[in-house]
């Protein structure tokens, strides 16, 4: 029997001399060894300068007549309100986002938006400005849940939920307590 370091040269050699191919020396590790350590530093570092994400950089969002500033979050994603940004009065056509570029160029990019998503916010703003003004006692609880249901239905979840709570402050612990049954059975309906 052959001792066990023996055959492990043996295999490791073996195949080495299987396919000489193997053996070369790639483009990269020739461009490796060719570049001194001081230059290999300073490619890594201008790959690692250019693959960093836009940390907190500030945009300008304009949705029609709106001009909002924007800052992307830690991981360099930036998110938008869409429904924050319009009026009530037009449907949104484009949203234009525009930042200053490290050279200090203005840079600007249009996304169009859909007739379905622009009547959408639309219809969402309008629904959301009946309740602008809210009188607890006078409020129509059925419309009022009917309302936060719509707006959780297209997707503006959020927006529902800051109504929903803006709505339970204006109301009396009687009325809250209404508000708060119909919600239920309404979702559980």
Known sequence: ??????????????VAGINPLMNMESHARREKKALGIPE??????????????????????????????????ENGRLSVDLLSLIDSNTAPAMLTLSAANTDGEQVRHEFPLTRQLSARLLQARQLMGKYEQIDGDKLELPKAIEDLNTLSRWGFEHHAR????????????????????????????
């Open 1 to 14: 029997m052959l001792p066990d370091v023996m055959t492990k040269d043996l295999l490791a050699n073996g």
């Open 40 to 73: 290999r530093e300073k490619i890594d570092q201008k790959l690692e300068k250019s693959e960093l994400p836009l940390r907190q950089f500030t945009l300008t969002a304009t949705v029609g007549t709106r001009v909002a500033p924007l800052e992307t979050d």
């Open 162 to 189: 800051r109504l929903e709570q803006r709505i339970r402050t204006q109301l009396d612990d009687e009325r809250r307590l209404s508000f708060d049954r119909q919600l239920v059975q309404a979702l559980a309906g």
